[in-house]
């Protein structure tokens, strides 16, 4: 980063985004790189996809930088909101060819003891274990392969309000069993 943008704000990052300048363009991506590479990881679990997602946000924030509005946020947090949503479609997309083998693999990793679980990860895991089928399967397309309620209810072959119940039945059941 050259020692003129180590100085500058993440405000004027995105000004000089705006405006076409190159360096100013390397001193945001070098800025924001591990927080958008690290909550893409933490949220697709391949660094391969997390990258592309990665490239692609800032890619995003270059084309809408005109677009970006202190008012409604930090700079940080509007970058993350572009990566957030990039890797929500991704899992999404994903989701979509998730097969019933795939989706049980899940259910037993994620219920399955493991030889360093922490007190809160055993658990987690017996409540996952005890809550309905149904239920369970619902929260886990919903909150491992990141479909929506209506995706969800497509896939089971249910009415969309029927996988909202579901979603929301499991995670209230969830936080009973955490906080209990």
């Known amino acids: 980063m050259s020692p003129d943008h180590e100085q500058l704000s993440d405000e004027s990052l995105v000004a000089g985004l705006a405006a076409g300048d190159a360096e100013v363009g390397r001193s945001f991506v070098r800025r924001f790189e591990p927080r958008v590479v690290g909550l893409a990881l933490s949220m697709v679990g391949d660094r391969a ?10 890619v995003r924030a270059w084309r809408h930088a005109l677009a970006y509005d202190a008012r409604r946020g930090t ?10 949503n990039l890797a929500l479609d991704a899992l999404r997309r994903r989701a ?3 097969g019933n083998d795939r989706l049980a693999g899940v259910e037993r990793t994620w219920t399955a003891a493991g030889a360093h679980d922490t007190d809160e990860a055993i658990d987690l895991r017996d409540a996952l274990a005890a809550l309905p089928e149904p239920q369970r399967r619902a929260l886990l397309l ?3 392969f990141g479909l929506t309620a209506a995706e969800v209810g497509e896939r089971e072959g249910i009415p969309l309000g029927t996988a909202k119940t579901r979603i929301r039945q499991a995670l209230l059941r969830l936080r009973a069993a955490m906080v209990s």
Do not use: C, K, S
Not at 75 to 82: E, F, N, Q, R, Y
């Open 75 to 84: 700079v940080a947090g509007w970058v993350l909101t572009i990566t957030r």
């Open 96 to 98: 979509r060819v998730v």
């Open 142 to 144: 919903a909150a491992v």
């Open 49 to 58: 996809l997390a990258e592309d997602i990665a490239q692609e946000a800032f």
